[in-house]
């Protein structure tokens, strides 16, 4: 496993990434830093949300599903079905 990271690590140079990432934020301005930060909040708030509401969806119908399937495999359906 270890050397599997090592060759990944050694393609993708992370660390000059960060460090780049670091000094072009400490560069900037105040106002750049508080208008970049609240832009980012924004946007992971959003984010969250929208999120929310698709993980929301998906439990829906995984439940109604599930629900079925122990309906169908205690024979409480068997009236309906005709079997």
């Not at 660390?15 to 830093?33: A, H, S, V």
């Not at 609240?38 to 984010?47: D, H, S, W, Y």
């Not at 509401?53 to 109604?64: A, F, G, P, R």
């Amino acid at each position: 496993m270890q050397g599997i990271l090592d060759t990944i690590e050694g393609l993708i140079p992370m660390q000059d990434i960060i460090d780049y990432g670091f000094d072009f934020i400490n560069n900037l301005g105040i106002i750049e830093q508080v208008v970049g930060l609240l832009v980012l909040a924004i946007v992971v708030v959003l984010g969250t949300f929208e999120l929310v509401k698709k993980l929301s969806k998906i439990l829906i119908v995984v439940l109604i599903l599930g629900g079925l399937w122990f309906l169908y495999s205690g024979g409480f359906l068997d009236g309906i079905i005709g079997w």
